[in-house]
């Protein structure tokens, strides 16, 4: 088995999708195209992945807003049917996204997720109506790399 160029010692067979290099578990970044050594997964990450200090303030700014919101409104109007809350979630994904300038993916449906929790244990939903929140924020920005 060939070595890790980053690890002399460790085997592995996974390589560079970039460079051909070897990498071990240690040095695998997972992108879009395919697992990248630390080096190459470097610029790839700050331009489409990583989203930006501000961008995150943005997204937990607009996102909190519209996940209380919303879990005050459905709490006050008392309809925490599975489709309210589903397009509640879908709604705090959207401004989430809009808010970090449009990003998606991991970070921002964990942003989106997180407000929607909140708002609905302040708006005293239940559980079922939260889960069905976070669904639909998935739904909405749970896939795709920073776009
Ligand atoms: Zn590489
Ligand atoms: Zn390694």
Known sequence: M??????????TEVSCTECGRYIC???MVSTPVGYKCPECAKPAR???????????????ALGLLSGIGGGLVIGLVGFGFFFVALAWGALVGEATRRGSGGHRGPVIATVAGGSVVAGGLLGGLGLITIVFGVVGVVATVGWGWGR
């Open 25 to 27: 578990q240690k040095d």
């Open 2 to 11: 060939p070595e890790c160029s980053f690890h002399p010692g460790v085997e």
């Open 46 to 60: 700050s331009e489409y992945v990583l989203v930006k200090p501000r961008q995150l303030a943005g997204a937990v």
